[in-house]
């Protein structure tokens, strides 16, 4: 009987029918605190066999190939490979049963696919990817027209916990003036709230990508998922996208 499928996320998107996606919460492993329990990732200073027992699971619950990566909070696109952790920020494949995984704990997953149920991608935004660039170069390796494309926003920090100072404002709004809507002037003087939905949503929209959904999981209040900015001694849940197999 499966350990996972009563708690994961599964995203709520007109995907095709051959598009598949999850999102894993913090039950259904074998990890202890504080990375109870379905901790995934394995740089945090987990116990490793925990980490690879957790990642087995999630590979036997849906028969896939995970291709997990190196996240750097920049903006490579790597060809999703499972037997490659390559150092990057997101993946994309047309190949059935690999899984573009990215692994988070307040930065924001998004998951791509087309139309056609032919490609997928999945991308790790934190606000320096997301400002660097990491969903406009997803698009990019994807190489489908923007009306053709899907979007999904995966559960991130929430507009009323994500306090930044004013360089991060600057750094979205010398490129894209209109994300000043995204920021909300803190008690602090200096220093904002940010949506970074909103920022996500305005820089895809920059390029023509309106078909995005998801967004409103705050992981700093909700306690299914992990969060950095609640304990920084914590683990990491996953992402996932990925075709299946014809």
């Known amino acids: 009987m499966s350990t996972l499928t009563p708690d994961l996320l599964i995203p709520d ?9 999850c999102v894993t919460t913090r039950n259904g492993g074998v990890s202890l605190a504080p990375f109870e329990s379905l901790n995934l990732g394995d740089h945090v200073g987990d116990d490793p066999a925990a980490v690879a027992e957790n990642r087995r ?5 849906f028969a896939i190939q995970p291709a997990w990566l190196k996240q ?6 790597a060809d999703a490979d499972p037997a490659l952790i390559a150092e990057a920020d997101a993946s994309w494949t047309s190949r059935p049963g690999i899984a573009c995984t990215v692994m988070t704990a307040d930065c924001l997953p998004a998951l791509f696919c087309d139309r056609a149920g032919t490609r997928v991608a999945a991308a790790h935004a934190g606000w320096r990817g997301l400002a660097g660039g990491v969903l406009e170069a997803t698009l990019d390796r994807l190489d489908v027209a923007a009306q053709d ?16 100072g004013a360089e991060v404002r600057e750094a979205f709004m010398t490129v894209h003036p209109e994300t000043a809507t995204a920021f909300v002037a803190a008690a602090q003087p200096g220093k904002y709230l940010a949506d970074i939905y909103r920022l996500a949503r305005i ?9 995005v959904y998801g967004g409103g999981q705050c992981t700093v209040s909700d306690p299914r998922f992990y969060s950095y900015r609640r304990n920084p001694n914590t ?8 075709l299946e197999s014809r």
Do not use: D, M, Y
């Open 149 to 164: 494309v899907l979007v999904w926003l995966g559960p991130a920090i929430g507009p009323q916990a994500f306090e930044v």
């Open 235 to 242: 683990g990491r849940f996953a992402s996932l996208v990925w």
């Open 203 to 211: 820089r895809l929209a920059a390029r023509g990508v309106t078909a």
């Open 13 to 21: 998107w007109p995907a095709p029918a051959a598009v598949r996606a």
């Open 57 to 61: 699971r999630l590979t036997a619950e």
């Open 72 to 77: 750097v909070h920049g903006r490579e696109v």
